[in-house]
T-cell receptor, first 111, second 116 residues
């Protein structure tokens, strides 16, 4: 069966520090992968999506970047975190138009 | 541009009562429509989806939704709410083209509180 793993679950980082969030998918190949951010009391905002290795599309200009070094690995990064980067980050994948499967999320607090 | 509106930010319902969550979308082509549920601190779980065919869709946990093209709506319903249904619910719409069908636009969510 297909599963999606996301870590860490929670993270507290100081302003200006780097960030690396990892997402891996099991049980499928060549998935479409997505990073969403959910700010407190708000809906989900699509940050990045990838349809294959090394293929990254950015939806909004921001302080973050994404990479896909392997077929089932999707990484969200930042060189220097801002306070406004705080939020709940969700990785998701879909295949065959069947909606999304979400990871359990990472709660990032920038202090 | 596509958009999704969930008019109700917060709904309080008694356990055992019926629940209806509203979702309106704006989209220029055949939409793919989804409802997701999120428990506190958790990821989102798919409740049901509509791609085509029968406009009344059955999902998990006793939920159903009805697609009404004339009203651009995809409202979620449950006849009898359980305390475990307390969560946040998101409506989402996806594009119906093969090159970008996977990108979903989410509504702002509706928080459901269930009282005894």
């Amino acid at each position: 069966s297909q599963t999606i793993h996301q870590w860490p679950a929670t993270l507290v980082q100081p302003v200006g520090s780097p960030l690396s969030l990892e997402c891996t998918v099991e049980g499928t190949s060549n998935p479409n992968l997505y990073w969403y951010r959910q700010a407190a009391g708000r809906g989900l905002q699509l940050l990045f999506y990838s349809v294959g290795i090394g293929q990254i599309s950015s939806e909004v200009p921001q302080n973050l970047s994404a990479s896909r070094p392997q077929d089932r690995q999707f990484i969200l990064s930042s060189k220097k975190l801002l306070l406004s980067d705080s939020g709940f980050y969700l990785c998701a994948w879909n295949s065959e138009g069947d909606g999304y499967t979400f990871g359990s999320g990472t709660r990032l607090t920038v202090v | 541009a596509q958009s999704v509106t969930q008019p109700d930010i917060h709904i309080t319902v008694s356990e055992g009562a019926s629940l209806e969550l509203r979702c309106n979308y704006s989209y220029g082509a055949t939409p793919y429509l989804f409802w997701y549920v999120q428990s506190p601190g958790q990821g989102l779980q798919l409740l049901l989806k509509y791609f085509s065919g029968d406009t009344l869709v059955q999902g998990i946990k006793g939920f159903e939704a009805e697609f009404k093209r004339s009203q651009s709506s995809f409202n979620l319903r449950k006849p009898s709410v359980h305390w475990s249904d307390a969560a946040e619910y998101f409506c989402a719409v996806g594009r119906g083209t093969t090159d970008s069908w996977g990108k979903l636009q989410f509504g702002a969510g509706t928080q459901v509180v269930v009282t005894p």
